[in-house]
């Protein structure tokens, strides 16, 4: 490590991918942070009532998630997205935007590096879209059941 | 559970908020990430089944990252040719783990994860940190990657260059970690600093600010693992995020005037208390 009081050392500037990176993962967060905010009002609120009702929620909440679906019919995977017109499942969707975040990032730098012919770089987030894809699409879950 | 709880439905997610806000104070002050100390705490005193808890961890745990990582790349505290190859590491095993977490019994993950959280006690207790680890030179791949950096560091007013090494040996490490983060949906930071710091020759900072954007890709991967097997819960998630988040912003305000070794010493001690009750819980000893 070398502490560098007199050496010609300049603090470099973040690369153009970290910029990249940061930039949509401030602006991404406040957005997923106030859909799930207004999608939980609108939740407690009863505005859009609950495929659940909340009143039976402790009833669930000590089942394993397997036994919650059985107990409830709700789907595996991406099935909720049919269901999104109840107020706890339009939660799912604040929280899917937090979880498709650094997704958008890893997509949003690839391009960044390939121009940059940062070609060990390139292959290692491209590996990386591939893992976070994959456990995103849901198709881990059919793989399981 | 196979009786309905007679409490009011409201009445625990509303303690839920009241001590993750506080949880959410305290980790700041005490330096700590909100995911290793939420879930033993939840489980181990709430109602809600480990599969909940886990998810809910990962969550938290992940909008801290989310939150905490464009002030951190900005500043290149979190670097991304060091977190990159690590991050490929740990996402896909902690897809592993989170598939093995969800598909064992609670009573074994009770008790493993209340030994592992009895651990994490004793390496945040006595394990060493390095501010500036000597790496006279990086390794093969490392150099191959160019895996160096240069950061300012405010304490010294002065520039600090750092290169790493032992790489492969501490790619190996971050398997373990990803494995452990997925299966117990607990935050990593508290093994991600030491292998990053002392394994790998990261200062002290960057380890740090990297450990963060580390826990974002990796808590991704199990967290929507878990959210496609059902276990993500609005009730129990969202008062657990939104706590954690304004606890975080208070607790920025409270480290101004805290004593954060006192209150370190809490968080150990309520470490100690949730991991043995876990322990406990899961031998069928303390229901």
Known sequence: MELTPRSPLTLPEPTREQIVFAAILRAGTGLSMLALVLGFLLYLGGLVPPLVPIGELPRYWGFSASHYLAATGLPRGWGWMGLVGHGDILNLVGIAMLGGLTIVCYLAILPVLLRKRDGAYSVIVALELIVLLLAASGLLVAAGH | ?287
């Open chain 2, 1 to 287: 559970m196979t009786a309905a709880d007679p409490t009011a439905w409201w009445v625990w997610p509303t303690v839920l908020f009241l001590v993750t806000t506080m949880l959410g104070i305290v980790t700041v002050v005490g330096g700590l990430g909100g995911g290793t100390i939420f879930v033993p705490l939840v489980s181990g005193f709430f109602p809600f089944h480990l599969d909940f808890v886990r998810a809910a961890g990962l969550m938290v745990a992940l909008s801290g990252a989310l939150s905490a990582g464009p002030d951190l790349l900005k500043k290149n505290l979190a670097d991304l040719r060091l977190a990159l190859p690590v991050a490929l590491v740990t996402s896909a095993s902690a897809i592993v783990g989170a598939k093995i977490g969800l598909a064992l019994p609670t009573q074994p993950l009770q008790i493993a994860l209340g030994g592992i959280v009895i651990a994490i006690m004793f390496v945040m207790l006595f394990a060493r940190r390095a501010d500036f680890p000597e790496v006279s030179a990086g390794d093969r791949l490392s150099r191959a990657l160019g895996i160096t950096g240069v950061y300012h560091e405010a304490s010294l007013g002065r520039l600090v260059e750092w290169r790493v090494h032992r790489t492969w040996a501490a790619l190996a490490l971050f398997v373990l970690i990803g494995l452990m983060a997925g299966m117990f949906g607990i935050g990593a930071g508290w093994a991600n600093v030491p292998v990053l710091n002392l394994v790998m020759g990261a200062p002290l900072k960057v380890a740090a600010g990297t450990s963060v954007f580390l826990l974002a890709t990796t808590d991704t991967a199990a967290a929507w693992v878990y959210f496609h097997e059902g276990a993500v819960l609005p009730m129990i998630v969202v008062p657990s995020v939104m706590g954690m988040m304004i606890g975080a912003r208070i607790g920025v305000r409270v480290l101004a005037v805290a004593r954060p070794r006192s209150i370190r010493v809490v968080v150990v001690g309520v470490l100690l208390f949730a991991g043995v009750r876990l322990f406990l819980k899961g031998l069928g000893l303390w229901n």
